[in-house]
């Protein structure tokens, strides 16, 4: 990374965490500036700073990272001036993302099956297994489970992450468009779609015969090249370059797609996301980005 100048560092915390004055001078300091807080409440549970013209480089990255870990804050280097109108699109991972399960392990729970499929969701996430098999072996073990079940887990499970309600408020308020592309499930997405008014959603469909799930997916998979695809070919229906979309995400197959965007944002995300990321989030809510955006 070559050295930037005339970078905003924002550090967040959510309000409960109460970060001591002293943990934001010291990292205000290791940047080489004064630590400001942000007043309006557009987040309104976190705190937030802002550090002004910042020269960026990979050994004060380091640092800052090491330092704000110590001190529960989320942190990131943005550009002065970067604001939420420069965006088109929102882009949306959803199992772990926007929401705070993973559907297809809460599903095999009503089998009985949750540890052996959550193994191999969280293998998928880490990068250690190819997608397409996770999400075949995955779903094999779902043969025969009656289908209401995935309505039990929309009603009983599913559950909106932190601060993901307050974001896509601002953001649709702003102008832009959203879109929730999973390696998950239609049932969900489709439910997804009416309840926020997002507008459009890619998934996996389950096959069902007899009220029941055959273990199957119907048609291709959305794996992390059709993820990518997707962000591209919405970008080109809005008229817009993916440079001018922020995609959000928490596991390997979300690369690809946050690899294009202008704004790439890790939530709760594995470490090999995290890495890649111009953002994570670790600590404060999905709606930590507009504390990054004027």
């Not at 809460?106 to 969701?121: C, F, N, S, W, Y």
């Not at 069902?208 to 794996?223: E, H, M, Q, R, S």
Request: net charge negative; with cysteine.
């Amino acid at each position: 990374m070559n050295q930037q100048n005339n970078m905003n560092l924002i550090l967040q915390a959510p309000k409960h965490h109460a970060v001591s004055s002293s943990a934001i001078e010291t990292i205000a300091e290791l940047a080489g500036g004064r630590a400001e807080r942000i007043s309006d409440s557009r987040v309104p549970e976190a705190d937030a700073w802002r550090v002004a013209g910042v020269s960026q480089s990979d050994a004060l990255k380091a640092s800052i990272d090491a330092a704000c870990l110590q001190a529960r804050l989320d942190y990131a280097f943005i550009e002065e001036g970067r604001k939420l109108s420069d965006f088109r699109l929102v882009a949306m991972d959803m199992d772990s993302t926007l929401i705070t399960i993973e559907c297809i392990d809460e599903i095999a729970d009503m089998q009985g099956l949750k540890p052996q499929v959550a193994e191999i969701t969280e293998a998928a996430m880490r990068g250690e297994i190819e997608f397409n098999e996770s999400l075949t072996r995955r779903v094999a073990l779902l043969r025969g489970l009656d289908a209401g079940a995935l309505q039990r887990v929309y009603d009983e499970r599913l559950q909106l992450s932190l601060g993901a309600e307050n974001m896509l408020k601002a953001v649709q308020a702003a102008g832009l468009k959203t879109l929730l592309v999973s390696g998950g499930f239609t049932f969900f997405t489709d439910r997804m779609k009416a309840r926020l008014n997002l507008d459009y959603t890619h998934a996996n469909t389950l096959e069902v015969a007899d009220g029941k799930l055959t273990g199957k997916v119907v048609g291709g998979i959305v794996n992390a090249d059709e993820k990518r695809s997707t962000v591209e070919r919405i970008c080109r229906e809005i008229g817009a370059e993916p440079g001018q979309a922020i995609v959000m995400g928490d596991g390997a197959n979300d690369l690809r797609m946050m690899g294009i965007a202008g704004l790439s944002v890790a939530f709760r995300a594995k470490p090999v996301v995290r890495a890649q990321a111009s953002v994570g989030l670790n600590f404060v809510g999905l709606d930590g980005i507009l504390n990054l955006l004027a």
